[in-house]
């Protein structure tokens, strides 16, 4: 089965805020992956503002369109909908997708963090009013606590949120949870936490999907350093993948999130690629 890498060109010239412009040099680092017979490279069409007014106040989305980088954030939640339903219907088996200004801080009436409106919201919504899909799992790994898809989903038992960010929480349906991480960890204290505090309680709730909102600026020297080696990214992949073989026939969506270091951008995304094509 084909494993798809959605990237839009408007990202590589119009560099986002926060994350800068760290795919400026891609798709074409992703050369030799790409050459892989069961690698696809996607582009896709951006989401229509109709859908996201599901999501956003008007105010939000009216802002956004007059920013530089508003193009960057429809054209990610595009390519966010589409891979969801590709690998739903088994045309993927797996996804990474290129993301800039969308993401995890966008709630219904508020943005920060370079993530401007919400992706995954939005997905889950298409899959369930367009397939018989309902459960989901959504873990975060970028440093900082994803309080927009938090919000977006707080009164869902049927999303499964797991975000490893500074804080310990669990609510009383054990569906929306925290894992605090601290600030000072080795690449095998995280994979640990990985194993105990996520990957026992996805195989139980037993999702349809599996979407990670994947941020590399825990990677030391980026602006959310936590002590992790640039190895470590490709290390939690590679875990996480054997784990959705296991929870949910290996549909497994990356939306990439924060980090601004380009070299650590274009060091850990080919060989997640590789390691996402791996049967």
């Given at each position: 089965?084909?494993?798809g890498?959605?990237?839009?060109r408007?990202?590589?010239?119009?560099?986002?805020p926060?994350?800068?412009a760290k795919?400026?040099?891609?798709?074409?680092?992703?050369?030799?992956?790409?050459k892989?017979?069961?690698?696809?490279?996607?582009?896709?069409?951006?989401?229509?503002?109709?859908?996201?007014?599901?999501?956003?106040t008007?105010?939000?989305?009216?802002?956004?369109?007059?920013r530089?980088?508003?193009?960057n954030?429809?054209?990610?939640?595009?390519?966010?909908?589409?891979?969801?339903?590709?690998?739903?219907?088994?045309?993927?088996?797996?996804?990474?997708?290129?993301?800039?200004?969308?993401?995890?801080?966008a709630g219904?009436?508020?943005?920060?963090?370079?993530?401007?409106?919400?992706?995954v919201?939005p997905?889950?919504?298409?899959?369930?009013?367009?397939?018989?899909?309902?459960?989901?799992?959504l873990?975060d790994?970028?440093?900082h606590?994803?309080?927009?898809?938090?919000?977006?989903?707080?009164?869902?038992?049927?999303?499964?949120?797991?975000?490893?960010?500074?804080?310990?929480?669990?609510?009383?349906?054990?569906?929306?949870?925290?894992?605090?991480?601290?600030?000072?960890l080795t690449?095998?204290?995280?994979?640990?936490l990985?194993?105990?505090?996520?990957?026992?309680?996805?195989?139980?709730?037993?999702?349809?999907?599996?979407?990670?909102?994947?941020?590399?600026?825990?990677?030391?020297?980026?602006?959310?350093?936590?002590?992790?080696t640039?190895?470590?990214?490709?290390?939690?992949?590679?875990?996480?993948?054997?784990?959705?073989?296991?929870?949910?026939?290996?549909?497994?969506?990356?939306?990439t999130?924060?980090?601004?270091?380009?070299?650590?951008?274009?060091?850990?995304?080919?060989?997640?690629?590789?390691?996402l094509?791996?049967q």
């Amino acid at each position: 089965m084909l494993t798809g890498v959605f990237f839009n060109r408007i990202l590589k010239t119009n560099p986002g805020p926060i994350i800068g412009a760290k795919f400026a040099n891609f798709p074409d680092v992703l050369e030799n992956v790409l050459k892989l017979p069961n690698v696809k490279l996607i582009e896709n069409e951006p989401v229509q503002e109709e859908l996201m007014l599901r999501f956003h106040t008007k105010e939000m989305i009216d802002s956004l369109k007059t920013r530089p980088y508003g193009k960057n954030a429809f054209y990610s939640v595009g390519a966010c909908i589409l891979a969801s339903k590709m690998v739903y219907s088994g045309e993927l088996k797996n996804a990474l997708i290129f993301n800039s200004a969308s993401g995890h801080h966008a709630g219904p009436s508020y943005a920060w963090g370079g993530t401007y409106i919400n992706c995954v919201a939005p997905a889950v919504y298409t899959l369930r009013t367009t397939t018989k899909a309902r459960r989901f799992s959504l873990l975060d790994t970028d440093c900082h606590h994803g309080d927009g898809d938090r919000e977006m989903f707080k009164d869902d038992p049927e999303l499964l949120h797991v975000c490893f960010c500074n804080s310990e929480y669990e609510d009383h349906t054990q569906t929306k949870v925290c894992i605090r991480t601290g600030w000072n960890l080795t690449d095998r204290d995280y994979l640990n936490l990985i194993r105990l505090e996520f990957i026992p309680r996805v195989k139980k709730f037993r999702p349809e999907m599996i979407f990670h909102f994947l941020g590399h600026d825990t990677c030391q020297g980026d602006y959310g350093d936590i002590g992790l080696t640039p190895d470590f990214f490709i290390e939690l992949v590679r875990e996480l993948k054997r784990c959705a073989e296991e929870a949910c026939y290996g549909r497994y969506l990356i939306i990439t999130g924060g980090g601004s270091r380009r070299d650590v951008a274009e060091y850990i995304f080919p060989r997640i690629v590789e390691i996402l094509a791996t049967q």
